[in-house]
Nanobody
Framework: QVQLAESGGGLVQAGGSLRLSCAAS???????????MGWYRQVPGKQRELVAR???????NGADSVKGRFTISRDNALNTVYLQINSLKPEDTAVYYC?????????WGKGTLVTVSS
């Protein structure tokens, strides 16, 4: 079993920045074999969408809408994935979730709310 805990969300003005963190915890084996980790976001009434994803080796991919503004990174020693968000826009307002792949299982955190005011 793996637990994911997001943090770093909040209220920010348009143009501002935030750094989201997601810390994974669980068995030593799970932490050792943890594969890709990702950030998704969801607004009410819409499907959860991929923001960015990073493999254990550091290969990243992400949505075109956030390229140049969002940067994903991870620290395997801390079992933590980060999302640096710059130049925030009101349309970035959403609940941001992280996930992690461990073997054939996909785990999700409970999310952290990001609200961008205009």
């Amino acid at each position: 079993q793996v637990q994911l805990a997001e943090s770093g969300g909040g209220l920010v003005q348009a143009g501002g920045s935030l750094r989201l963190s997601c810390a994974a915890s669980g068995s030593i084996v799970s932490m050792t074999v943890m594969g890709a980790m990702g950030w998704y976001r969801q607004v009410p009434g819409k499907q959860r969408e991929l923001v960015a994803r990073i493999t254990r080796g550091g290969v990243t991919n992400g949505a075109d809408s956030v390229k140049g503004r969002f940067t994903i990174s991870r620290d395997n020693a801390l079992n933590t994935v980060y999302l640096q968000i710059n130049s925030l826009k009101p349309e970035d307002t959403a609940v941001y979730y992280c996930n992690a792949q461990v073997g054939s299982n996909l785990y999700w955190g409970k999310g952290t709310l990001v609200t961008v005011s205009s």
